[in-house]
């Protein structure tokens, strides 16, 4: 859904005003703000920064009722288990806001923190990582921001007010509207929406607090400072420090072809060399001992059983925007792992169909048509009771002119699901097919 300028107008002005009557605020306020656990002293927030978990407390309510939220307990569990071994002892002495970590059901390349402790990561990010230094880099980069009250010292900082801190600055500066419009206008309606989701969420309700974490970041001293943190907290939990800049670089060199609408931190080619550089120079500096030490943790098997479920799910968020050549690499990693699981191939059949309706040639469309009847055929024969691949081969029967398979097929479906919403269509299928 495109955004239109006019529905800009009014809130973001009054969201200006809101931030400059809390700037003048915040600038009497001292910005020499120690991290949670500094000096060993128990951790008391101050006025302005209760106000500030209040904010985004406000603010994650609206985002998880806009945006798409990833539902898999044992998936958040393990982002928790992981940011436990990373946390600093003397942080959890001190207290402070609780780390909770949730999934967005968003293939765009993206992790934030929100002041209060929330951390969110989007399914495209975790869909692109290689192994669990690499989860726990990004995991630590954001604790960072968290325990080092970052939002609070930016919020602080008087220059800050010249950054782009409306809503309508930071949506112009994107061209979230923009590239989202050009979408639709080329015919990518599906493309548009499911990309630009949590983005449209984040601006277009003015979210500011997770604006300027998702999209903006705290500018270079405190971005470098979070990755500087980042991979204390890497090296300090045993992790490798060396897949640190290979994490970031392997985003850099995807998010080039990625399109307009990566426009979130870890989409950001220039913020991502920035992480690039100081990573690297860390390994070679201060942890090059780490770095060399042969029993450094690279991965675990709990992170390929954790991982495989939100790669496939994310595949067909890509399958849906058009993003085939993602979708195949990231069905190819799950095939590796469980070859038999019968979503897989519901995905790879949805993969190759979208791809015969686009292809140009007729020997394009056949052999894609074929593809994806094969893998419906082995997804419905790996699992009987499941109903959608006969969904999905009574329609490519029906297109192939098919009548007996195509009847047969949605037979299937809607005895395996009655209670389908699209129910009363393929009923009207059947009744055109037994003509």
């Known amino acids: 859904m495109a955004m239109q300028a006019s529905r800009w107008s009014a809130p973001s002005r009054a969201i200006a005003w809101v931030l400059i009557a809390s700037f003048l605020t915040a600038s009497c306020a001292t910005r020499n703000v120690p991290p949670i656990g500094a000096g060993?002293?128990?951790?008391?927030?101050?006025?302005?920064?209760?106000?500030?978990?209040?904010?985004?407390?406000k603010e994650e309510e609206?985002?998880?009722?806009?945006?798409?939220?990833y539902d898999d307990p044992l998936l958040d569990e393990y982002l928790g288990k992981i940011a436990d071994r990373l946390l600093p002892d003397e942080v959890r002495a001190a207290g402070g806001p609780g780390l909770r970590f949730g999934v967005m059901s968003d293939p765009t390349l993206n992790a934030f923190?929100?002041?209060?402790?929330?951390i969110y990561v989007h399914s495209g990010l975790l869909s692109r990582l290689d192994n669990e230094a690499q989860l726990a880099t990004i995991l630590g980069h954001e604790m960072t921001h968290v325990t080092s009250r970052h939002a609070l010292r930016f919020t602080r900082d008087a220059t800050n007010k010249q950054i782009l801190f409306t809503v309508l600055a930071v949506a112009a500066s994107i061209g979230v509207a923009v590239a989202s419009g050009s979408?639709?206008?080329?015919?990518?309606?599906?493309?548009?929406?499911?990309?630009?989701?949590?983005?449209?969420a984040i601006l277009g309700i003015g979210l500011q607090l997770a604006a300027i974490a998702a999209i903006n970041g705290y500018g270079r001293d405190l971005e470098r400072e979070a990755?500087?943190?980042?991979?204390?907290?890497?090296?300090?939990?045993g992790y490798?420090?060396?897949e640190a800049p290979k994490v970031f670089q392997l985003l850099q060199a995807e998010s080039k072809d990625r399109g307009s609408l990566e426009t979130f931190f870890f989409g950001s080619h220039p913020k991502l060399q920035e992480r690039i550089d100081t990573t690297t120079e860390l390994v070679n500096t201060r942890y090059a001992a780490a770095a060399a030490a042969p029993d450094a943790i690279k991965t675990t098997e709990e992170f390929g059983l954790r991982m495989r479920t939100v790669v496939r799910e994310n595949a067909l968020l890509d399958i849906r925007a058009g993003r085939f050549k993602l979708a195949q690499a990231q069905l190819d990693r799950v095939a590796a792992i469980t070859p038999k699981d019968p979503t897989l191939h519901l995905y790879y059949g949805d993969l190759y169909r979208l791809q015969s309706q686009r292809a140009r040639s007729v020997a394009d469309k056949d052999d894609f048509a074929k593809n994806a009847l094969e893998h419906y055929e082995l997804s419905a024969g790996l699992d009987p009771t499941f109903p959608d691949p006969f969904r999905q081969l009574g329609f490519l029967y029906y297109q192939q002119k098919d009548a007996e398979r195509a009847r047969d097929a949605f037979k299937k479906y809607l005895a395996l699901k009655p209670d389908a919403p699209d129910a009363k269509r393929i009923r009207e299928y059947l009744v055109e097919l037994e003509r």
């Open 40 to 57: 060993g002293q128990p951790f008391k927030p101050e006025s302005d920064e209760v106000s500030l978990w209040k904010q985004a407390e």
């Open 62 to 69: 609206t985002l998880t009722k806009k945006a798409k939220i």
């Open 113 to 118: 923190a929100m002041p209060n402790g929330r």
């Open 183 to 200: 979408r639709q206008q080329s015919g990518d309606s599906i493309g548009a929406a499911v990309l630009s989701q949590t983005a449209n």
């Open 227 to 237: 990755d500087q943190g980042g991979m204390e907290k890497l090296v300090r939990a």
């Open 240 to 242: 490798d420090p060396k």
